[in-house]
């Protein structure tokens, strides 16, 4: 069974997340964001890392509002 990955830019990461692009590579130099893989030397991102990376604000958030 072939399992298919899809794979994000940086232009599709900042509509995913509505980060600007300048806070994504903010966040990476910080290590508060998944880092990319480079493929064929563009930046790319997994996008079930995205989505978990999305998920997990969610997740924290859930026991800090009232």
Do not use: N, Y
Not at 41 to 52: A, Q, R, T
């Amino acid at each position: 069974m072939k399992h298919f990955v899809q794979l994000l830019r940086i232009a599709d990461v900042s509509k995913k997340t509505t980060l600007a692009k300048s806070t994504i590579w903010l966040k990476i130099a910080k290590q508060e964001f998944v880092a990319p893989t480079r493929i064929g030397g563009i930046c790319v991102w997994k996008e079930s890392d995205v989505d978990d990376w999305i998920e997990s604000h969610f997740q924290s958030e859930k026991g800090t509002t009232a």
